[in-house]
């Protein structure tokens, strides 16, 4: 299967429920330019895939298709919230097993 870096960044946007001009306000780039990044027309300097990641919560080697996993970032969280959701995963992936 051929990785479309393209089609990782709509995907990522959508999930926020963000347009293009939105992401591109955020990233201070043009409409025009995210277009081209999710069209594979253009590929982002280190600089904008690194603001992307953030801005998505994600790391740039999932962007990048290197990582297939997800990140979920927990800073800001109290440490019982950080418990709570560690207890959680746990819970989910024992249920898997």
């Given at each position: 299967m051929v990785y479309d870096f393209g089609y990782r960044?709509?995907?990522?946007?959508l999930?926020?429920?963000?347009?293009?001009?939105?992401?591109a306000k955020r990233l201070n780039l043009s409409k025009?330019?995210?277009?081209g990044y999710e069209n594979n027309i253009k590929t982002p300097s280190i600089d904008v895939l690194v603001r992307l990641?953030?801005?998505?919560?994600?790391t740039s080697d999932y962007i990048l298709g290197i990582e297939k996993?997800?990140?979920l970032v927990i800073d800001g969280l109290?440490?019982?919230e950080e418990r709570i959701?560690?207890?959680l995963i746990n819970e989910f992936h024992q249920q898997i097993m």
């Open positions: 960044l709509r995907e990522l946007r999930s926020k429920q963000m347009t293009q001009a939105q992401v025009t330019t995210i277009s990641a953030n801005l998505y919560g994600v996993k997800k990140v109290t440490e019982n959701l560690k207890a």
